[in-house]
């Protein structure tokens, strides 16, 4: 069962950035593609970003142009790059394998406020 956790979450402040990544408990690169999920307080779980091992990624309308997720193979992370933040970003944020999820992992907080 593969193992996903989370991390780089924090409080900032509007416009600020953050990097989250993601590890797994197998080489990610084995995957055909990981995403970026999150859930804010009394809403769905939605899709942030995804990508395939051959580097086609998709991002929802929401973040386009302010989040790019990329992958670091010799970290074996999946990264998440959020620039010009908005407080509607706020949410814990999770990864998983779209084709194949598995168990959800801790995720980590993002909260973006003045």
């Known amino acids: 069962q593969v193992e996903i956790v989370e991390s780089g979450g924090g409080l900032v402040q509007p416009g600020e950035s953050l990097r989250l990544s993601c590890t797994a408990s197998?080489?990610?690169?084995?995957?055909?593609?990981m995403a970026w999920y999150r859930q804010a307080p009394g809403k769905q779980r939605e899709l942030v970003a995804s990508l395939t091992n051959d580097n086609r990624g998709t991002i929802a309308d929401s973040v386009s142009g302010r989040f790019t997720i990329f992958r670091d193979n010799g970290a074996n992370t999946l990264n998440l790059q959020m620039d010009w933040l908005k407080p509607d970003d706020t949410a814990r944020y999770y990864c998983?394998?779209?084709?194949?999820?598995?168990?959800w992992g801790p995720g980590t907080q993002v909260t973006v406020s003045s």
């Open positions: 998983n394998i779209p084709s194949n999820p598995v168990p």
């Open positions: 197998m080489n990610i690169f084995l995957l055909d593609a």
